[in-house]
C-alpha cells in the first residue's frame, strides 16, 4: 500500500531514505543494462570484423583445395612443377574459375581465345581442362626458355614472341599490326612493361621466400637460375620451410602451396 510521504508526518524521514534507496537501485539497474548493450554492441562488432577478414581467405583456400586434384594430376602428367601451375592459377584468377578479365581472357587459368585453341582447350571455365591446357603450355615455355622461370611467367603473361623480341632484340609485329620493341631492347626477356614485371615479381616471390634483392631486378641480364626456398606442404605461404634450391622444373615437384597477400 503506498504511504504518502508529508512533512509533518512521523515516518518523513524513513521514507525518504527508502525512496532514495529505491532510487538509487533503479539507477544501478540502469547503469548495468547499459553496459551489457555496449559490451554486446562491442561483441557485435568485433566479430563482424573478425568475420569480414576471415572470410575472404576461408573462400580462397577452399577454391584453391577444389582445384587441387586437377592441377596435381596435371603436373604429374606433363612433367610440370605443380607450384608454378599454382602460382600462374593464383595470379591470374585466384583460383576462380569463372573469372573473366577486361582483355577476354578466361577461366581459371586466364586462357585467351587463340591460345586456347593452339592446346585444344574447348572450354576455358571448365578447370580440368584448363589445367591440363596450361600445364601442355607451361612445359612447352619451359622447353623454348631453357627453364628459366621468370621468362616462362612473362610470357604467360605477355606471350612468348614478346618475351623472345626483349631476349634477343629483334622487334616483333603482332598480327594485329602492333610492333613490339621498336627500339631493339634488350632486358634479359622480361618486357619492360609494369604489369608483366609486377606478375613475374609476385610469381617468383611464390616461389621462394627469400632471394637476393638484386635477382628481383628482372630486367637487366639474364638470370640463368634462380635461388628460392621450397616449402613444405601448406596451405599458407607465410610459413614456409625449406633449403635453398635452384629454380629448376627437375627440382621442385612434390611441394605446394596455396595463397599469398
Not at 157 to 184: A, C, D, M, Q, Y
Request: one cysteine or more.
Amino acid at each position: 500500500m503506498f504511504v504518502a510521504c508529508r512533512s509533518d508526518s512521523p515516518i518523513v524521514n524513513s521514507c525518504a531514505i527508502h525512496w532514495a534507496l529505491t532510487l538509487l537501485r533503479v539507477v544501478g539497474m540502469l547503469r548495468l543494462i547499459i553496459r551489457l548493450l555496449c559490451l554486446s554492441v562491442l561483441f557485435t562488432v568485433v566479430v563482424s570484423a573478425q568475420t569480414r577478414d576471415v572470410g575472404p581467405q576461408v573462400a580462397l583456400n577452399e577454391r584453391a583445395r577444389q582445384l587441387e586434384p586437377f592441377i596435381d594430376a596435371a603436373a604429374r602428367r606433363y612433367g610440370v612443377d605443380a607450384n608454378l601451375l599454382r602460382a600462374v592459377c593464383f595470379i591470374e584468377s585466384r583460383f576462380r574459375v569463372e573469372a573473366v578479365s577486361p582483355k577476354g581472357a578466361r577461366g581459371p587459368m586466364q586462357f585467351m581465345p587463340d591460345t586456347a585453341r593452339r592446346y585444344g582447350l574447348v572450354n576455358p571455365y571448365d578447370p580440368q581442362q584448363a589445367i591440363d591446357a596450361a600445364a601442355r603450355y607451361l612445359r612447352d615455355l619451359l622447353n623454348r626458355f631453357e627453364d628459366r622461370v621468370d621468362l616462362v611467367l612473362a610470357a604467360y603473361n605477355s606471350g612468348e614472341g614478346t618475351v623472345n623480341s626483349f631476349l634477343t632484340g629483334h622487334p616483333l609485329v603482332l598480327p594485329s599490326g602492333k610492333l613490339i620493341n621498336p627500339h631493339r631492347l634488350i632486358t634479359g626477356g622480361v618486357p619492360p612493361y609494369a604489369e608483366t614485371q609486377n606478375y613475374v615479381k609476385q610469381g617468383l616471390t611464390l616461389l621462394r621466400r627469400e632471394v637476393p634483392s638484386q635477382a628481383l631486378s628482372v630486367t637487366t641480364s639474364p638470370i640463368p637460375r634462380l635461388p628460392i626456398r621450397t616449402p613444405r606442404r601448406d596451405f599458407t605461404l607465410d610459413t614456409f620451410v625449406g633449403n635453398d634450391q635452384t629454380l629448376t622444373k627437375a627440382q621442385l615437384r612434390t611441394t605446394s602451396f596455396i595463397d599469398v597477400q
